[in-house]
């Protein structure tokens, strides 16, 4: 006897590989809207980044600068605002033909520069220097966390006339 079935080549082959030909490939959409997706976030993240650079006024720059203008004996602006525990450098120019101070501090320095001398200063101590007539001068105060700073001037009669300012710390 010889095998019946044998088996035969022909319809095995029926639903194989055949199958997979003629179906066409997947469309290449989701990846490309990936790569955008990213590409706007990164390009968010810049945006965000230069910012919140320029709000704080100019990384690599160093301390906030805040110009003062002393004319007729005043301090323009008389008000200043900064942020807690920030460095500000100060620049002050004296439009005034007479010489002037810029002091910083807090109350007990007043009171000190207020009773008496000196009344020239270098720069070498923070938050006090002299502004001579017409000239403009730097100097750097460190604020903490909370509490208004005044600033004035302590030469004979200049505080009383008005010539201080305060700086909020908010
Ligand atoms: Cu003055």
């Known amino acids: 006897m010889t095998l019946i079935h044998e088996p035969e080549a022909g319809p095995a082959l029926e639903g194989g590989p055949a199958d997979g030909i003629g179906v066409p490939p997947a469309p290449p959409e ?16 810049l945006l965000a980044g230069g910012l919140a650079w320029m709000l704080e006024g100019g990384g690599a720059a160093g301390p906030k600068t805040i110009g003062i203008t002393a004319r ?10 900064v942020k807690p ?3 500000v450098r100060f620049v002050i120019h004296n439009a005034d033909p007479i010489d002037h101070e810029f002091i910083i501090g807090p109350a007990e320095t007043h009171d ?15 938050g006090e220097v002299t502004v001579p007539a017409g000239a403009t001068v730097e100097t750097t105060w460190t604020f903490g966390p909370s509490g ?9 009669g200049h505080w009383t006339y008005g010539m201080h300012g305060k700086a909020l710390v908010r």
């Open 30 to 45: 989701r990846p490309r809207s990936r790569r955008v997706i990213v590409v706007a976030a990164i390009a968010g993240a």
């Open 148 to 156: 208004d700073v005044a600033y004035g001037c302590h030469l004979a």
């Open 85 to 87: 525990n920030s460095t």
């Open 72 to 81: 007729y004996s005043r301090f323009e602006p008389d008000r200043v605002t």
């Open 112 to 126: 000190i520069h207020e009773r008496g001398e000196p009344h020239f200063h270098t720069g070498a101590v923070p």
